[in-house]
């Protein structure tokens, strides 16, 4: 599939976004595509006509480019929930806001960042949301307990919710690194599920139970997603940051 071309979200998101990511993936698609291998499945099922949400796991620095140009590849434009001091940069802010992508401000709850979201899922875009709402602080890397961000949002509008798992960038640019590694090339890997079967807790966007239920399941769906990718078992417990500790990965998030 060429890039730009999925159905309704090339031409329903607005012209001065889709030039702004055209612009930057002018540089990042030959860049990536020269230095990396990949490995990238699951696509097809992102809606034709857009307006999901993704749940991806977060392992390095460098996923929102390695996640961006794999959508963008396959034609899907993908706006990120990010920390709102990303923004903060005068380039880098400017840059982020053109493409779409959307701040999250500390302590603010997310109502803000959740009502941009909706304008972006309304034009078919589709919202990339890291449930553990930043890097994994899991020694192995595999997905941490999480926040109930996506599974509010995808309550609230009943846009489909769908897990995703992706490995690889790590090795180019480890969590903290100042360095990347760019020799030999390195092999980026990404899975796409299938939408959650949310139909039990529809709404309920303001139960906590049943926004924790959601998220321990699209967490859970992608941790079974990248063990596949990884070749190798998960943990039994999911790592709890506020605990410094494993956490059982069987109950709510």
Same mark, same amino acid.
């Given at each position: 599939? &060429?890039?730009?071309?999925?159905?309704?979200?090339?031409?329903?998101?607005?012209?001065?976004?889709?030039?702004?990511?055209?612009?930057?993936?002018?540089?990042?698609?030959?860049?990536?595509?020269?230095?990396?291998?990949?490995?990238?499945?699951?696509?097809?099922?992102?809606?034709?006509?857009?307006?999901?949400?993704?749940? /991806?796991?977060?392992?390095?620095?460098?996923?929102?480019?390695?996640?961006?140009?794999?959508?963008?590849?396959?034609?899907?434009?993908?706006?990120?929930?990010? =920390?709102? =001091?990303?923004?903060?940069?005068?380039?880098?802010?400017?840059?982020?806001?053109?493409?779409?992508?959307?701040?999250?401000?500390?302590?603010?709850?997310?109502? =803000? &960042? /959740?009502?941009?979201?909706?304008?972006?899922?309304?034009y078919g875009g589709t919202i990339v949301i890291y449930p553990e709402g930043t890097l994994t602080r899991d020694p192995d890397l595999w997905p941490m307990v999480g926040r109930t961000g996506a599974a509010r949002l995808a309550l609230a509008t009943g846009a489909p919710l769908i897990p995703a798992a992706q490995w690889g960038a790590q090795r180019i640019l480890p969590q903290y690194a100042r360095r990347v590694t760019l020799r030999p090339k390195r092999t980026l890997q990404m899975s796409i599920g299938t939408p959650?079967? /949310? &139909?039990?807790?529809?709404? /309920? &966007?303001?139960?906590?139970?049943?926004?924790?239920?959601?998220?321990?399941?699209?967490?859970?769906?992608?941790?079974?997603?990248?063990?596949?990718?990884?070749?190798?078992?998960?943990?039994?417990?999911?790592?709890?940051?506020?605990?410094?500790?494993?956490?059982?990965?069987?109950?709510?998030?």
């Open positions: 599939m &060429s890039r730009g071309t999925v159905a309704g979200q090339s031409t329903r998101v607005p012209l001065s976004v889709r030039a702004a990511y055209a612009l930057l993936a002018s540089l990042v698609v030959p860049t990536v595509g020269l230095l990396t291998r990949r490995e990238f499945s699951g696509f097809g099922h992102i809606p034709r006509e857009g307006g999901c949400i993704v749940s /991806l796991n977060h392992i390095t620095e460098l996923d929102p480019i390695i996640v961006g140009y794999a959508f963008y590849v396959h034609g899907i434009h993908a706006c990120f929930l990010a =920390k709102d =001091k990303l923004f903060a940069p005068p380039v880098m802010g400017w840059a982020m806001r053109a493409m779409g992508h959307i701040p999250v401000e500390r302590g603010s709850g997310g109502a =803000k &960042s /959740l009502d941009a979201a909706r304008r972006v899922l309304d959650l079967d /949310l &139909s039990a807790y529809q709404g /309920l &966007s303001h139960d906590r139970e049943a926004l924790q239920a959601v998220t321990t399941l699209a967490l859970d769906e992608t941790t079974r997603l990248l063990a596949a990718l990884r070749g190798e078992p998960p943990p039994l417990m999911r790592f709890d940051p506020a605990a410094g500790r494993q956490r059982r990965s069987d109950g709510p998030a």
